[in-house]
């Protein structure tokens, strides 16, 4: 069974993690297994394999979307199956004034956050494809 990006970066499994620490645990494992630290080719090949899944790792939990979905398919649940064709229709909505855009992303996190900590896998999948739908929005309003 190999490892999941919450343990290689030496985190519990939450959607709600301190961004403080996932940094320092990057940086700590970024400097240990750094492919200059070895001296054989084969050691060399095999830091470089490691600090890649690192940095996949750290580049999908430091992302609150990215984060929501890495758990929500940790726990086998599918976010195709959790379409609302009410949410995309609030988010055509929001995505028309871009400060209503941001508050509700902020807004989106917020409930991701609470409905991980009571292990409502159903409404977070839900509000994760609603924060999907809002970061494409944002990425759009910015073009």
Known sequence: MSENYFSLLQLNIC???????????YITIQRAYHPDCFSSQSDKKLALEYISKINKAYQVLKSPLSRAE??????NIKLS???????????FQ?????????????????????FFSKNDLYEAAKQTNKLKYLSKGKTYAAH
């Not at 890495?70 to 726990?75: D, M, S, T």
């Not at 199956?81 to 988010?91: A, F, L, P, R």
């Not at 929001?94 to 609470?114: D, P, R, W, Y």
Request: proline residues 0%; charged residues 20%.
């Open 70 to 75: 890495y758990i929500l398919q940790l726990k």
């Open 94 to 114: 929001v995505q028309e004034s871009s400060t209503n855009l941001h508050n509700e992303i902020l807004a989106c996190i917020q409930n991701i956050e609470n």
């Open 15 to 25: 959607f709600s993690i301190d961004l403080k620490l996932l940094e320092q645990n």
């Open 81 to 91: 199956s959790y379409d609302d064709q009410c949410i995309i229709k609030e988010v």
